[in-house]
């Protein structure tokens, strides 16, 4: 039965650092922590929050991504968040990869699956990977690794995530021409080039993001699906963002064949949002399709929460990853300050009571749930 994870224990704000204080305060628990070094400020948020807790019994290993060409200012930000994480966790562990072959072929998130593969497990309580500044092309198929791996070993994994869409925004991206799938998230289906099962039913769920028009015009093309469920953002921070997104893809929306219906509107603060929406669209799709086969292809460009969702869709029905790596990012100007807001997914082990602070329900952008 889909929906691993509408019953997922998540923490949203204070709630997070509540669970965080009262569970790292046992000395039984040891963690992995698993984050990022670089640019983005928000790659040290959860570090620090774990060092100060449990950062004598913490395994810490951050992941940098490298790309030619990056400007300085980048570059000299990531060494820098680079020596805090050394600073906060004495034993700690960099992974560095490239991700762009020679010839442009994207080889990051296989080089950091492999080497991560390479991390004996055992003797961890709990793996804490925190995806607040790793790229979609390696934290979707590092999640994938760390899932499995977790899951026969019996240790706890939890996904930290500060989300901030400000800070999306302001890490303008460049994509690659090249179209394909982060490292094991195609599932064996081949959903670019022309040879198709007879009578396929294809749905293309891109999450669009401001100025990217033509990158989904290619993945559009590549995919070449009989229907398109564009997924805005909303709730947002600023409601007007899904109408500014709609409008600059008018024309698209327009050669898409779109229905005003059939855009999903997902929140950009919680990842289980579009997670269950996805897992609806698959369930009814399965009801009108029948035994004719019928796939969803899915498309992360925008804020992280929203991709975090349909990474956990896309993991549980093994629904094909499309996209293109970004060669390189700017970071734009600060223009309207906004505060990260934190998540904690707890996606694997047996439940503590210590996470569970109410089960009631409660506002969808804030507090605990279990739902």
Known sequence: MPGRWNTCVR??????????????????RRPLLIGAAGFDPRSLIFPRKIADLAGDR??????????????????ASGNKHEQAFRDMFGSAEMIQAAIFADDLAVVGGRKFVAELNKVDLTGFSDIFLDVSSISVGVYYPVFSLLLEKSAHLGVNLHLLLASNPNSD?????????????PHGMAFESDMIGDARPPNEGRLWLPQLRLNTNAECARIFDAVNP?????????PSRDPRTADQIATGFAAEFDVWGVDPRSVLLASDYNPLDIYRSIIRLSQARRHVFGETQSSI?????????????MLLAAYELRLPVIS??????????????AEDRLTHLWINGPIDTVAVVDTSEVNPQSGTQTG
């Open 226 to 234: 009989d229907d398109v469920c564009p997924i805005l953002p909303f």
């Open 169 to 181: 925004r302001r890490a303008v991206p460049t994509y690659s021409d090249r179209i394909d799938s």
């Open 58 to 75: 913490t395994k810490a290993i951050a992941l940098r991504e490298e790309r030619d060409d990056a400007p300085e200012e980048l570059v």
């Open 11 to 28: 923490h949203d704000e204070g709630s997070v650092d509540n669970f965080l204080n009262e569970y790292l305060a046992d000395p039984k």
């Open 297 to 309: 292809v899915l498309t992360p460009m925008g804020s992280r929460a929203t991709a975090v969702g």
């Open 324 to 337: 293109s790596e970004v060669l390189g990012y700017r970071w734009e100007p600060e223009v309207l300050p």
